[in-house]
Nanobody, 125 residues
Framework: QVQLGESGGGLVQAGGSLRLSCTAS????????VGWFRQAPGKEREFVAA???????FYKDSVKGRFTISRDSAKTTVYLQMDSLRTEDTAVYYC???????????????????WGQGTQVTVSS
């Protein structure tokens, strides 16, 4: 098993940047696929980005060119660099992980076995 913890959320003005971190404890995190999801009040949880164990990345269309998902060299932390933030990016952001997802399942929250508690991102106008 792996336990996840998110950090890096906060309040930022539109056009600004934040870097979220997803840090794992337990397990061998390098073998896990990791996804970022977000949920705004009154809306369903939605896929944001994912990184496969082999390093390939995937993004929600609306964040392409603005967000970047990556792993650190030790493969214990996954980052979500968020640039050019918009007010519609405001949400609670969750990190999720699973060690045996097929590519087609990476965008689906219910397919992940592990998740963090979330970190609030608020983008003001």
């Amino acid at each position: 098993q792996v336990q996840l913890g998110e950090s890096g959320g906060g309040l930022v003005q539109a056009g600004g940047s934040l870097r979220l971190s997803c840090t794992a404890s337990g397990g061998t995190f390098s073998t896990y696929d990791v996804g970022w999801f977000r949920q705004a009040p009154g809306k369903e949880r939605e896929f944001v980005a994912a990184i496969r164990r082999n390093g390939y990345t995937f993004y929600k269309d609306s964040v392409k060119g603005r967000f970047t998902i990556s792993r650190d060299s030790a493969k214990t932390t996954v980052y979500l660099q968020m640039d050019s933030l918009r007010t519609e990016d405001t949400a609670v952001y969750y990190c999720a992980a699973d060690q045996h997802l097929i590519q087609s399942s990476l965008r689906t929250w219910s397919q992940y076995d592990y998740w963090g508690q979330g970190t609030q991102v608020t983008v003001s106008s």
